[in-house]
């Protein structure tokens, strides 16, 4: 009996190692929390990951409006995400990004969502004992849940049978191993085990991906159990949160029957603790997730309206505390005023102090269109003098308004957009095209949406239209584009280095840009918008800054000034 002794104590000193191992894991978790809070974030992910990041936006995405890819890159929003990324989950990560993708054109769900986040900001103690709930949620690598939740109501059992016969078969050579023979019982038990095993590599890989899901839906389920732990402190909380609340209770409720016995199935956040490596093995032994995995089955199917209640409850809960963060990381910010505009004719957009939430220091901006004024605007300025960064700013604010109820500004007033750019392009080669083929298709896209009335209007942002052709052909075709676009269901912001649109379009656009002050230390730049067209060039100033020859300045000089004057390169 010496043996089982042995045996008994090795189990009892992984049950202990594998609480301390988790009271640790759950101190050093807790201040992580703290320290998060307020800052930016430096996550990282692979491009699988962030392929799974992006399932449930492309699941709920369908034909509605999205911010689509050209625009989601040339804002960099794939940046601002993780810097805002202190989930504490996949399923939150998800919900995250979706909401960012769809921004939304209700303004009383927005002002809940902004009611929500406030408070969330103000109950520290709520929130850090929320995010340690969260925490059983954790993250999952290589899956997406909501990928397989569909096929889940439709799965069917794959049969018990051998992995019963199986079980029989080691309980008896176990026995024999006590009762009979210890020697030859060792032998068989090792036999036994060794052909249970192979069997249970051969069954599992096709299930294996449900094991994941099945394994999500306990920890929701669980993890809702204990947010309601802590309900009571949610009592003050705004209506929306209180409603998170009560549906995670309710749901979970409904799904208490389809947890049964889920520890039986590995988790699929593992973190390879000792109790974990030992469950492993019991695993491939004696297949009891596969027999788990025969039974819940069943249970789950017409369940999926309580499992996506969850989905979407947690990821709303953990994108309404990702906010109320992002927004102490910033100098200032404020809750939009939005209005719905059957036209842009009379609407007026106002917007003050605007900063870019990834720049240190940032330089406010303001801008102010009111009724009846030429609604769109041209940008002109010098190289690095600040306009990019104002486009990226404006496009980022209306972005932001509409889908986490936060300005970054000290105002912001304007209808609601579907938000559009085409700014930082690329040639396509691979697909045989060339920057300008790129650019044109780009521009089309944005032209093809303004047209529609039928839809809420358009804001779009142009970053040096055409720039991929000649400079002639550049300023008639661009020219032409930007007027077609103010005479449609569009707000435009384009910046620009040609001055000649900015004669060719005055009686369409306001004119606006940056400047820059030539020092005997080099080029100094406000970032500040101004009104007018730019007077100022630096292009040359810099080549004499920097020390070129000075006849080629002279040069230069010239032929620009000659250009100035009659219109003629010479």
């Known amino acids: 009996m010496g043996i089982w002794i042995i045996f008994a104590i090795i189990i009892v000193g992984i049950f202990i190692a594998s609480i301390s191992t988790q009271g640790s894991r759950n101190k050093m978790e807790e201040d992580k929390i703290r320290d998060n809070w307020g800052k930016l974030q430096s996550n990282e992910y692979s491009s699988e990951e962030f392929e799974n990041i992006a399932s449930y936006y492309r699941l709920v995405r369908q034909d509605g409006y999205y911010i689509d890819d050209i625009t989601w890159n040339d804002l960099e929003m794939d940046r601002i995400y993780k810097s805002m990324d202190i989930t504490r989950s996949s399923v939150g990560r998800e919900h995250l990004y979706k909401t960012l993708r769809i921004p939304g054109f209700n303004r009383e769900e927005l002002k809940g969502f902004d009611e929500c986040a406030e408070w969330i900001g103000r109950n520290e103690d709520v929130r850090i004992a929320t995010q340690s709930k969260l925490d059983r949620l954790g993250y999952v690598k290589n899956f997406s849940f909501v990928d397989y939740i569909d096929s889940v109501q439709s799965l069917n059992p794959i049969g018990s049978g051998i992995s019963i016969f199986m079980d029989i078969l080691l309980a008896a050579t176990i026995l024999f191993t006590i009762f009979v023979n210890a020697p030859a019982g060792i032998i068989m038990v090792i036999a036994t085990a060794l052909v249970s095993t192979a069997i249970y590599f051969k069954k599992k890989p096709t299930i294996e991906p449900y094991f994941h899901s099945l394994s999500q839906v306990s920890r929701m389920v669980r993890a809702a159990w204990d947010i309601k732990d802590i309900s009571a402190g949610y009592a003050s909380a ?46 491939m032994f004696t297949h009891v997730d596969i027999i788990h ?127 559009y750019s085409s700014m930082s392009l690329r040639d396509d080669l691979a697909a045989g095209g060339s920057y300008y083929m790129v650019e044109i298709q780009s521009l089309k896209r944005i032209i093809d949406e303004a047209a529609d009335s039928s839809k809420p209007p358009v804001i779009c942002f142009v970053d040096e239209v055409l720039r991929g052709t000649n400079t002639i052909e550049r300023i008639a075709a661009s020219s032409a584009i930007l007027e077609n676009l103010s005479r449609m269901n569009a707000l435009t912001f384009a910046a620009t280095h040609d001055i000649e649109l900015t004669y060719l379009l005055e009686s369409d656009y306001t004119n606006y840009h940056f400047r820059e ?33 000075k006849e080629i300045i002279e040069k230069a000089r010239a032929r620009a000034e000659n250009f100035m004057n009659t219109g003629v390169w010479r």
């Open 293 to 419: 995995y025969n039974h819940a089955i069943p249970r789950l199917h017409g369940k999926k309206k309580e499992i996506m209640g969850l989905y979407e409850n947690f990821g709303m809960l953990e994108t309404i505390i990702c906010t109320a963060s992002f927004r102490d990381t910033v100098m200032f910010y404020s809750f939009p005023e939005l209005y719905e505009a059957e036209s842009l004719e009379g609407a007026s957009f106002e917007l003050k102090d605007v900063i870019h939430p990834l720049i240190s220091n940032a330089v406010p901006n303001s801008i102010t269109i009111n009724a009846g004024d030429k609604k769109d605007c041209l940008i002109t300025g010098s190289n690095a003098s600040g306009k990019s960064t104002f486009l990226k700013s404006v496009a980022i604010n209306t972005l932001l308004s509409q889908s986490i109820a936060t300005s970054l500004s000290r105002s912001y007033k304007a209808p609601m957009y579907r938000v």
């Open 238 to 283: 705004p209506g929306n949160l209180r409603k998170i609340i009560k549906e995670l209770d309710d749901d979970s409720e409904s799904l208490r029957g389809c947890i049964k016995g889920d520890w039986l199935i590995a988790d699929s956040r593992s973190t390879g603790s000792p109790g974990e490596v030992f469950m492993n093995y019991i695993r």
């Open 517 to 549: 002050e030539m020092t005997d230390d080099g080029v100094e730049f406000s970032y500040k918008i101004l009104d007018g067209p730019a007077t100022t060039r630096n292009a040359i100033a810099l080549l004499d800054n920097l020390g070129y020859d």
